[in-house]
């Protein structure tokens, strides 16, 4: 039995975040999902699957409306489901045997971190390198926060322009942090080792990355690209420590077929 099962949308750079710390510390993890398209008709439980009509009949009433993601669409949750999950979001994550729920993204790589630390401490040595490290994660949820609204917005051609402005404002700030962290030379961002502070922020700017499929539509619009090419040269010791992270083997399977599709695009 996994140690952890987690129900998603895939592919969910979010999730990477326990994929990576579940490769590196060997904490065996069940992976649940699909495209987000398809979620609205699956099941949403500790049993995640496509639901069929049986399904349907035994939980008619406890189908709930889906909001940011997924348009409006009646999404078929348990009552264990919201039970686990108060909230009512993927990426929902589960004890093995199902009893416990776990949510957002950065809670559910801390478990992956706990259930693992004798082989990998993940998340610090010490209560002041884990207070570090939890340090970095809460910025990255200001981060987070900007960036996902950003990244809906831009599905719509005539999205406010002040939404654009804040994210560009949100990920200065965060990459800038981020660079002075790593002065003069430092390998990592806490103490002298992979941290969970290192592949939280591997997985954002991956999911940042989307920007790129919208940067012409964003220079019709007068608008600069947030993610600009030239953002490794504002950023010299963020970026290199991105594109060195994302060749490390522990992240290389999720991370490089990802940016790869952002390449092949903009050729």
Known sequence: MAKLRIFSYLPNPRLWKATIAAR?????IEIRGAKPGDLGDWL??????PFTEADRAAQGTAATVGKVGFKGRPLLKTPAFLEAQPFGTVPAAFSGD???????????????????????????RDAYEASRIDSFLDASL????DSQIYLLALREPDFPAHIHARAAEAFTIYLAGLDQALKPQRSFLVGDR???ADICFVAELCLFSNERLRHASLLVRGLAPVLAKDWP???????AHFHRLAAHPAFAPDVGPYLAKFDQKEK
């Open 24 to 28: 590196l510390n060997g904490v065996e």
């Open 44 to 49: 949403w439980d500790f049993d995640a699957r």
């Open 98 to 124: 199902g009893a416990v729920g776990i949510f957002e993204s950065n809670s559910i790589m801390r478990t992956v971190a706990r259930l693992g630390d004798a082989r990998c401490p993940l998340y610090g």
């Open 142 to 145: 200001v981060f987070a926060r």
């Open 194 to 196: 992979l941290s969970l």
């Open 233 to 239: 040269s504002k950023f010299p010791r963020a970026a």
